[in-house]
């Protein structure tokens, strides 16, 4: 089996070094193109396990509008994200939401909590008209 190689763009600092990797499974044979320590890091956890925060919303009762936004506390095995999707996607919550409050904690014992992103208030549900088209 022959190494495989990818070229990954870190995202750890504004400079956006394209890294490149030569590993094989889980083994990483050699990382170059990173400006700094952090890229290598990057590009180590990229392989072997990548991560993600997870944003997303959850479907209010009795706020001002019908979702709040949300995201993991931390990041998630980026293998999880569908189920946890699937487990987010069950939930509603009841106005007042504050920014911060915990939505559901450790999603699928990943020890990330799915967190408010913004205040909503309890009141009527705006609702929108369609425009007529012309």
Same mark, same amino acid.
């Given at each position: 089996m022959s190494p495989e190689k990818k070229i990954l763009t870190c995202v750890t600092c504004p400079k956006g070094c394209e890294v490149n990797v030569e590993f094989e499974g889980e083994e990483i044979l050699s990382i170059s193109g990173n400006a700094c320590p952090q890229g290598e890091e990057y590009?180590?956890?990229?392989? @072997? /396990?990548?991560? =993600?925060?997870l944003p997303t919303t959850v479907v @209010?009762?009795?706020?001002?509008?019908?979702? @709040?936004? @949300?995201?993991? /506390?931390? &990041?998630? &095995? =980026?293998?999880?994200?569908?189920?946890c999707m699937k487990e987010i996607g069950k939930i509603q919550v009841n106005a007042p939401i504050k920014l911060g409050d915990i939505i559901l904690s450790d999603i699928?014992?990943?020890?990330?909590d799915i967190i408010a992103t913004r205040d909503l208030p309890a009141g009527e549900s705006v609702t929108y008209k369609k425009r007529k088209s012309h």
């Open positions: 590009a180590k956890e990229e392989i @072997v /396990s990548p991560m =993600r925060i @209010v009762k009795g706020g001002i509008l019908p979702l @709040v936004p @949300v995201k993991t /506390s931390k &990041p998630i &095995p =980026r293998n999880l994200i569908l189920d699928l014992g990943t020890g990330a």
